[in-house]
């Protein structure tokens, strides 16, 4: 999507760690038009594959969930990273290993929202090495869901998660795919 890749260039930081920090537009401060138009692309990738609910993790996954969520028009559902407690076993839950801090975390998502009869498509920020993914795709196949398909908005390409989940037969769409980054340059891989 060129629209991202030019948002990217422009306003991108590459940080220590392999990490690609575009709050100007995504992480903290949120471009809504934009937001839009990466909606209506993942509309055009999957808007015709019966989509029933939108999946994503808090908090960065939520505004775009959303925002996608107005092209399909059905509802957003997002795991929470809250340690919850599990009466009656009310919630999914998966362990999940931060990539940008460095530590596992519990999500958590209520029974109640994701059924078998749904297919889902599950939205992101950013695929790295694909364990939120992974913990999502956990809470899905608790659930008995169908994933429908994956859309992230910036995949780092350098990294394994993109190749794993395409080598698992996902469907997966990403907007932007960055092949390689460092202080000096940023590039992307043709699609
Ligand atoms: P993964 O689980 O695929 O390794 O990493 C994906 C998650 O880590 C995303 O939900 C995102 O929040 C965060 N993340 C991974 N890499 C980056 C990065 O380069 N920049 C930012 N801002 N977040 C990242």
Redesign the pocket.
Known sequence: MKLLEERILREGQV?PG??????CF??HQLDVELLDQIGQEFYRIFGQDGITKILT?EA??IAIACMTARHFGVPVVFAKKAKSKNIDGEVYTSV?????YGRDYDITLARKFLSPDDKVLIV????????????LLDVCRQAGVTVGGIGIC?E?GF?P?GAELRAAGYKLASLAIVDHMDDNSLTFRQQ
């Open positions: 940080r392999n990490v690609l920090k575009v709050d995504l992480n993790i960065s996954g999940v290993h931060s990539y940008t992101d920020d950013f695929l790295a090495n694909g364990k939120a993914m992974r913990g910036i780092k990294q998660g």
